[in-house]
Every structure is written in structure tokens, then in C-alpha cells.
């Protein structure tokens, strides 16, 4: 088989070259003809304030700030479970880690269903490209990369080009198709830069069969690993950063040790960041040659952060905001002779059982019942009808094992909409900031003994969290 067929093997018809849809009354939902498309744009470990736009002096990412001011920036994204599966558990079912992906060891369940499930009965096609990291394969057998998720388990996605997890930028593996059409191989060069080219190639030919009169939608996610460590990316990306000219966060100690690897590493990490801006430059030129993008919605965020020698603390898991604040842009092209989309930063508080609602209503699809998040879509879209914003997000980590660990207890938060932050092990609290005053996280009041009734209060929300969630964990008292 020759490298081209790789590239696409499907199992259903797909197209995708439709009109924006009208607003619709509510309970109605446009035919399948007159729905936009959608593309998820995920990085893994790419944290919330590593972007030129939020305000990081070191970040280079000129594409996603266009994309974040004409449209939507989530603001106050957090990742409710700051770990690889977990949030891409909740991710695709909109369900908390819980009832679906409570640890890093964990497969998604198969009998949960998945977002592609209301898109694929909406009559969307759908594809899934890159890191996947949720079969639940134990590393102890071997590879990651040489895994191959069968198509039964590869959750509503039509066209698969994907891997469970890799960790190594220039040996990445993708595999897909069935039977005789099935197949493995090694991509040619760095990791984020081929993926894209495999998404630019499903575009191609989404709009080449629109031409031929087909007009099914489509719902592509685009998977990468970087900035994820081993940080590493292309030479001529690597060159533009050095670590010693670099400004750390304020929250990274006076300590030689710390500050030396946070240097290292950070220097890697914005490279993969730029480059990842420039591929979704590319996925952006490819819609607008292929004539599709006034029709295309794209989403753009990541699993969790990293904390870089913040608090001293490296990689994920924690609730400190460089682990757990992630971005979240929806934009896209304006759509032709629409009355105008909103933009902007918005201070909404949104978890990663949103996503998904909010990517259905896009598209002027309902959420099933089964789904826990919110949809937000509205502040895109630019409709009237208001969405009931929770006043706060909740945190969890329900397993911590799995990966390089910083953290060997389960523990569950909230984050305020009034700019609070509390956390707590079992029967003990363990953190509580007031961001307004305190960003960086410098100052720990969970026992102090003046915000008594702050702390009561906000153990109490979290006590309602646990029962609304149907979790079970012992909460302090106060």
C-alpha cells in the first residue's frame, strides 16, 4: 500500500462543505446539510499561561493570539483532573473522572459513549488523529506506540490515524483501518508537524468530495503530544529560545537547582509551543484553500499544564494553577452572511466536562442526557438565550498513580467564580488562595484560623460537588 492510502482509510462516506446554520428556535436542530464543521486542536501539558496573548513575555504564538482575539478565550479553563486520561475520559464522555477514567491505568469503560456518538447521529463524519490515551495498556507489556487499539474500541471514530501513547517526537507510530486496509507505520519527521500534515490531508479530501456533491459534515480532532515532555522540537525552532534569557514565574523558589532544570526544559517548551502555533497556522491555510473555513469551527486547548520549578514542583497532577489552568479558544472564520459571532476574553469558568456540550452546541446539536457538562457554545455563537454558568469548577484526583509522579494522595477542590481556591485530602484541608489577591499561589490560608467561615463555606460547596456528583470522599467539616 502506498504512503497516500495510509493517510486516509475511513469506513464511512464523509464531506464536508455546508452553510452556516441559521439561528434555530429552541428544540429545533438544523439538518445535518446546513451544520458547520468542528475541529478539536489539543496539545498535552501546554499550560493556560504559556501564551504571548495571556500575558507570557518567553511565548511566541502569533497564530493562536489571532485566534483567541476574534474569538472566544476562555479565561479561567481549568482541567478538573490534571492527568493524561483522566481529563481525556472526560473529554470525550462529559462525564467526571469518577464515573469514567479515574487514573492513569484506567481505559475509558466500554460501555460509555463518547461525543463522536450525537455527532455521528447528526450525520457527521468523524476522525480522530494523534495521541489517544485511553485503552487502558499497561506499560509494563511493552511499547505504548506499538499498541494497536482495535476498531471496536476506537469509540465512534470513522477515520483513525492514531496512537495510545508514544512519548518520542521524532519515532511516533500511528496505526488504523481494518483488516486488509489496516495499518502501522512510523511517521517520517517530528511528531506535531506530521500529524497536522495527516489532518491537512483529511481536509483535502473532505472538500474534494464536497465538490463531487456529498455535503456530510465532519468532526476531526487533531491529538499531538507536545509540549509534553521530553522536550524536543524541530532545530529550527530550538534555536530561537535560550534558557538563561528566559523570565520565570515569580512562584519558581531562589533555589539553583530548581531554577537550572526549570531553564532547561522551558527553553524546549515554548520551541514545541511556537511550533504548534505554526502547524495550526497550517491547519488554518488548508481550510482556507480547501474553501472551508467561513465553515469550520476551531477549538483549541489542552489536558493539563506543567509546572516548570513552580513551588518547586515539576509536571501535572497538582492543583496549583500552572497544572491545572489550561487555554480554551473557540474561533474560526466569520461565517458568510452571519450577523456576527461573539469574541473576546470571557471570565466563564469552565471544567473539562464542558468541552464536549459546548462543541455539540456549535453545531446545533443537543447534549444527551448522559453528558454532565455545560454548554457554553452560546457565547460564541452570539444567541440570546443565556447558559446557566455553575459558580464554581470541580477538582479531583481520584488515582494519582501513573507517570512521573509529584503527588501520592487523592485530594478534591474547588475553584470560585469569586476567586477562591480550596483543596483537601481526606478529612484535612490542604490548600485554600484567594487568586484575586494571591495569582501566584504564595501564600497558603487553609488554617488560618481569621477565614474560619471563608474555608466553611467553601468546604460546604465542595461537599455539594461531591454529593451532585455522586462522588464519595470525606470533606473537613470546616
Not at 489532518?199 to 499531538?224: C, Q, T, W
Not at 518547586?312 to 492543583?319: I, N, S, V
Request: glycine share 8%.
Amino acid at each position: 500500500m502506498d504512503r497516500r492510502s495510509f493517510l486516509l482509510q475511513t469506513t464511512a462516506a464523509g464531506a464536508a462543505m455546508a452553510a452556516e446554520p441559521a439561528a434555530q428556535e429552541d428544540g429545533q436542530d438544523p439538518a445535518p446539510s446546513a451544520r458547520p464543521n468542528v475541529i478539536w486542536l489539543m496539545a498535552d501539558q501546554w499550560r493556560g499561561q504559556a501564551l504571548s496573548c495571556n500575558g507570557d513575555p518567553n511565548a511566541r504564538t502569533p497564530t493562536i493570539d489571532a485566534l483567541a482575539t476574534q474569538g472566544v478565550h476562555f479565561t479561567r479553563m481549568v482541567s478538573g483532573f490534571p492527568l493524561c486520561c483522566p481529563f481525556r475520559g472526560s473529554l470525550l464522555a462529559s462525564r467526571y473522572p469518577h464515573h469514567c477514567v479515574p487514573g492513569n491505568t484506567y481505559g475509558l469503560p466500554m460501555e460509555q459513549l463518547t461525543v463522536a456518538t450525537p455527532f455521528k447521529e447528526a450525520g457527521y463524519q468523524t476522525a480522530w488523529i494523534g495521541k489517544w490515551h485511553l485503552d487502558g495498556f499497561d506499560v509494563h507489556k511493552g511499547r505504548p506506540a506499538m499498541h494497536i487499539v482495535p476498531p471496536e474500541r476506537r469509540r465512534g471514530f470513522d477515520y483513525w490515524a492514531a496512537y495510545e501513547n508514544n512519548n518520542s517526537q521524532y519515532d511516533c507510530w500511528v496505526h488504523g483501518g481494518t483488516g486488509r486496509n489496516a495499518f502501522h507505520y512510523r511517521l517520517p519527521g517530528y511528531e506535531t508537524d506530521e500529524l497536522a500534515n495527516l489532518l491537512i490531508r483529511y481536509i483535502e479530501d473532505r472538500a474534494a468530495e464536497a465538490k463531487n456533491g456529498h455535503m456530510k459534515p465532519f468532526f476531526a480532532a487533531l491529538s499531538v503530544q507536545p509540549p509534553h515532555d521530553p522536550f524536543l522540537a524541530p532545530p529550527e525552532f530550538m534555536a530561537k529560545y535560550n534558557g538563561e534569557k528566559l523570565e520565570l514565574r515569580p512562584n519558581v523558589p531562589q533555589v539553583a537547582a530548581v531554577q537550572e532544570t526549570a531553564r532547561r526544559e522551558l527553553a524546549a517548551y515554548y520551541a514545541m509551543i511556537e511550533n504548534w502555533d505554526w502547524n495550526i497556522g497550517r491547519v488554518r491555510a488548508a481550510l482556507n484553500k480547501a474553501g472551508l473555513a467561513f465553515n469550520t469551527h476551531l477549538v483549541i486547548f489542552s489536558d493539563h499544564g506543567d509546572m516548570h520549578g513552580s513551588h518547586g514542583q515539576y509536571r501535572k497532577r497538582l492543583a496549583f494553577e500552572e497544572s491545572m489552568r489550561v487555554p480554551l479558544i473557540v474561533s474560526g472564520e466569520e461565517p458568510l452572511g452571519a450577523d456576527g459571532r461573539g469574541d473576546g476574553r470571557k471570565p466563564a469558568l469552565l471544567n473539562h466536562v464542558d468541552i464536549a456540550p459546548t462543541t455539540l452546541g456549535l453545531c446545533g446539536i443537543k447534549k444527551p442526557s448522559w453528558m454532565e457538562g455545560t454548554d457554553y457554545s452560546q457565547l460564541r455563537l452570539a444567541r440570546r438565550n443565556s447558559v446557566s454558568e455553575p459558580d464554581s469548577a470541580y477538582l479531583e484526583v481520584v488515582d494519582p498513580r501513573g507517570g512521573n509522579g509529584n503527588l501520592n494522595k487523592p485530594y478534591r477542590g474547588v475553584v470560585t467564580k469569586d476567586g477562591w481556591k480550596y483543596t483537601c485530602f481526606e478529612g484535612t484541608s490542604w490548600q485554600l488562595f484567594n487568586l484575586n489577591e494571591d495569582p501566584y499561589e504564595l501564600v497558603n490560608l487553609a488554617h488560618e484560623t481569621h477565614l474560619r467561615a471563608e474555608r466553611k463555606r467553601l468546604t460546604a460547596r465542595l461537599r455539594q460537588w461531591v454529593a451532585d456528583t455522586g462522588d464519595k470522599f470525606n470533606v473537613p467539616e470546616d
